[in-house]
C-alpha cells in the first residue's frame, strides 16, 4: 500500500514539474517570443516595409534599403536602420510586424509580412531638396485623419552607405527635438488672450516701436501704430503682444502652454515626443513679454506645434498624428473651443492676404503664422506654420529651420513648394 502511495506521489510530481516546465516555457514565450522570431535566421521571414504609394522603403528580409539614393536619404528617419541607430524608425519600431512575429502564431504566416508608413516617400524627397542642406525639419499631416503625409529632418544620411557621419544626423528634429519659437508662440497667448480677455476684439494696441516693461525696453520688429487684435498678429507685433502678456500673467500663459500641447510629450505610435517648457515670470518683469513672445527660455518641439495647427484647422479637435498605416482607431484630443479655433483660423488666413502675400502661395487657401526666433548667438531659427482651409486638401505642416534667417522668406518657401507638391497629388 505505501509503494502505490510513493508512486502516486511520485506520478504528482512529474506532473507539477510539467506544468511548472510548460508554465515557465509560456512566460518566456510571451516576454522573449519577438527576439525568438527576430533572431531565427531564416530571413524569408522578414516583411517589406512601404510608404502609402507602395513604394518600397526596406526589404528587411534583405536587409536592403530604397534603390533610389534620394529616397534613402529624405526617408531615413521614418525609415530607421538595421542598427537602431534611429529609435524614431519604423524598423526599429515596426520589428513585429515585420517579422509578422504574432503571439498565438510565432511567425506562422503564408505571404511575406508587409507594413505600410502613412508618409509620400516623394513628399519627402522634395521636402529633403527644399531643405537644400539646412538643419531642419518639414511636417505634413492630414488634419482629419491624422496621417503624417510628410516628415523630413536634416541633415539625415543614406543608411545603405553611411559613410561620413554629419552631427545630429540620428536625431529626427521634427519630433526629438526643440526649439525657441519665436513669434510662431504668439498663437499660445492668442489663444488664451481669445478666451480670457472679454472685449478683445474692442480694444486697440499701440505700437511706437517698443515698450518699457519693468524699466527695461521691449524692441518691435517695426512702428505698428494703433491695431487691432487681427491686425497685430498680423503684424506679429510684439508691443502688442507684450500688452497681452502683462494682462494675462504668468499662469495663464502656461496653463494654455499646457493645455495646448506644448509642454507635454505626445506619444506617436509609441514613441514620445520632446516636451518643451516655457518659463515662469513676474508680472512686470520684461521676460514675462519676451516668453509670450516665444523668446526668453521658451523651447518648442515642432510636433507640438503641428499638433497645435492641426486642430485649429480641424475645428479645435485634434486627431492625433500617426505614422503607421494599418488598421488605426482615430484618437482625438480637444485643444481649443470650436469658436476659438475658428477666430484663429480667421485671423492666421488674414496675416496671408494682409502680411504675408497671397502671391507667395499660388492657388493655396493657406492660413499660417510666421515666426523669426533669436537663438542669441546673432542668427534666427526659421518658422512657418499653418494649414490648408481646403477639404480636399486637409492639410497642416510646421516647417523649422535652424539658423534659417526670416520665417517666411526662407520657411515660408519651403511649405509654398511642399505644399504645392501634396496638393497636385
Ligand atoms: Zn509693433
Known amino acids: 500500500m505505501k509503494k502505490v502511495k510513493n508512486r502516486g506521489a511520485f506520478v504528482l510530481l512529474i506532473a507539477l514539474f510539467c506544468v511548472l516546465g510548460l508554465s515557465l516555457y509560456c512566460a518566456r514565450y510571451v516576454m ?22 507602395e513604394v518600397l522603403l526596406a ?24 542598427i537602431g541607430n534611429v529609435g524614431t524608425g519604423a524598423l526599429t519600431r515596426l520589428n513585429d510586424h515585420l517579422t509578422g512575429f504574432n503571439l ?44 503624417l503625409l510628410c516628415m523630413v529632418s536634416s541633415p539625415s544620411i543614406d543608411p545603405a552607405n553611411p559613410g561620413n557621419i554629419p552631427d545630429g544626423a540620428y536625431l529626427n528634429r521634427a519630433i526629438s527635438a526643440t526649439y525657441v519659437p519665436g513669434s510662431v508662440f504668439k498663437l499660445v497667448t492668442l489663444a488664451a488672450a481669445l478666451e480670457t480677455i472679454n472685449d478683445i476684439y474692442d480694444r486697440t494696441f499701440y505700437c511706437g516701436g517698443s515698450v518699457m516693461v519693468g524699466g527695461d525696453k521691449l524692441n518691435c520688429t517695426g512702428v505698428h501704430g494703433n491695431q487691432t487684435i487681427e491686425q497685430a498678429l498680423a503684424n506679429s507685433c510684439n508691443c502688442a503682444f507684450s500688452e497681452l502678456a502683462q494682462t494675462l500673467g504668468t499662469d495663464v500663459i502656461q496653463a494654455y502652454a499646457k493645455k495646448l500641447g506644448i509642454t507635454d510629450s505626445h506619444a506617436l505610435d509609441g514613441m514620445y515626443t520632446a516636451a518643451g517648457s516655457i518659463d515662469a515670470h513676474e508680472v512686470g518683469n520684461i521676460n514675462l513679454s519676451w516668453s509670450a513672445i516665444g523668446q526668453s527660455t521658451d523651447l518648442v518641439c515642432p510636433n507640438s506645434m503641428l499638433r497645435l495647427v492641426s486642430a485649429i484647422g480641424n475645428g479645435g479637435t485634434l486627431v492625433e498624428p500617426t505614422l503607421v498605416g494599418h488598421g488605426r482607431r482615430l484618437k482625438t484630443t480637444k485643444l481649443l473651443d470650436a469658436e476659438t479655433a475658428e477666430k484663429m483660423a480667421s ?12 502671391g507667395s502661395f499660388p492657388g493655396l487657401s493657406i492660413c499660417a503664422k510666421t515666426g523669426t526666433a533669436e537663438v542669441g548667438d546673432g542668427t534666427d531659427h526659421a518658422w512657418f506654420v499653418g494649414f490648408l482651409d481646403d477639404e480636399e486638401h486637409p492639410y497642416a505642416f510646421v516647417v523649422q ?9 526662407v520657411a515660408g518657401a519651403i511649405a509654398n513648394r511642399v505644399l504645392q507638391q501634396a496638393v497636385a497629388n
Open 401 to 409: 529651420v535652424e539658423r534659417g534667417g526670416g520665417g517666411l522668406s
Open 347 to 358: 485671423m492666421m488666413n488674414y496675416n496671408v492676404q494682409y502680411a504675408y502675400g497671397a
Open 59 to 82: 526589404d528587411a528580409g534583405a536587409g536592403t534599403y530604397s534603390e533610389d539614393y534620394t529616397t534613402r536619404v529624405a526617408n531615413f528617419h521614418v525609415t530607421g536602420d538595421y
Open 32 to 53: 522573449h517570443g519577438r527576439e525568438w522570431a527576430s533572431f531565427a535566421g531564416g530571413g524569408t521571414t522578414m516583411g517589406l516595409l512601404y510608404d502609402r504609394n
Open 104 to 147: 498565438l502564431t510565432g511567425t506562422y504566416h503564408t505571404e511575406t509580412p508587409k507594413a505600410h508608413l502613412t508618409v509620400d516617400a516623394a513628399l519627402n524627397n522634395e521636402a529633403y531638396a527644399a531643405l537644400a542642406g539646412r538643419n531642419g525639419s518639414v511636417q505634413i499631416v492630414n488634419y482629419k485623419t491624422g496621417e
